[in-house]
């Protein structure tokens, strides 16, 4: 199984400021043939349905914000959030879908420092 | 725009099965183009991917949970099913229904997700 480590476990940060949350993977989902990184971003708030805000590793889902943004290759991923909201409040979890089982991270929660 | 509900008992005793309909809406499940998926996550802890069946029958599922998962289409309703048997208390948790994108594993939308306590 391909294992999904994120960090920090939570984090507090300023409105207006940058959030930076990280995943790394056990190992590779970039896929050879296509050259594309096997990794999803997720964002989970209380009493909402969970939403998908990134996939390919940095292909923003349509609707999301563009203050959300994706990054990274090979086992090292990042998720940004520029210009924090109050509305970024959540857990945020990473995903890959390179091969089964489809493993999620366990999670980040960011606040409002 | 598609939807997605869970329905389902809340409380499901030790050793029982355990099973859930997610209701799509706004969409056919017939669509051959989409798979149809379930997650879960236990209070206090991350998610889990269960398993995934397609508008024909085609399944997959998560090895760990594999000899106790089976699930369902009914496309007359345009539902899909999930039946987790010999349920224990780990098995209590928030299960989500999610479509599948078109021939990847990430899941948007998905459902509001239904909580399910084991216990007698």
């Known amino acids: 199984d391909i294992v999904m480590t994120q960090s920090p476990d939570s984090l507090a940060v300023s409105l207006g400021e940058r959030a930076t949350i990280n995943c790394k993977s056990s190992q590779s989902v970039l896929y050879s043939s296509n050259k594309k990184n096997y990794l999803a971003w997720y964002q989970l708030k209380p009493g909402q349905p969970p939403r998908l805000l990134i996939y390919w590793a940095s292909t923003r889902e349509s609707g999301v914000p563009d203050r959300f943004s994706g990054s990274g290759s090979g086992t090292d991923f990042t998720l940004t959030i520029n210009s924090l909201q109050a509305e970024d409040v959540a857990v945020y979890y990473c995903q890959q879908y390179y091969s089964s089982p489809y493993i999620f991270g366990q999670g980040t929660k960011l606040e409002i420092k | 725009q598609l939807q997605l509900q869970e329905s389902g008992p809340g409380l499901v005793k030790p050793s029982e099965t355990l099973s859930l309909t997610c209701t799509v809406s706004g969409d056919s499940i017939s669509s051959s183009t989409y798979y149809w998926g379930w997650i879960r996550q236990p209070p206090g802890k991350g998610l889990e991917w269960i398993g995934s069946?397609?508008?024909?029958?085609?399944?997959y599922y998560n090895p760990s949970l594999k000899s106790r998962v089976t699930t369902s289409v009914d496309t007359s309703k345009n539902q899909f099913s999930l039946n987790l048997s010999s349920v224990t208390a780990a098995d209590t948790a928030v299960y989500y229904c999610?479509?599948?994108?078109?021939?990847?594993?990430?899941?948007?939308?998905w459902g509001q997700g239904t909580l399910v306590t084991v216990s007698s």
């Open positions: 999610a479509r599948r994108a078109g021939g990847y594993n990430w899941f948007d939308p």
């Open positions: 069946i397609n508008y024909s029958g085609n399944t």
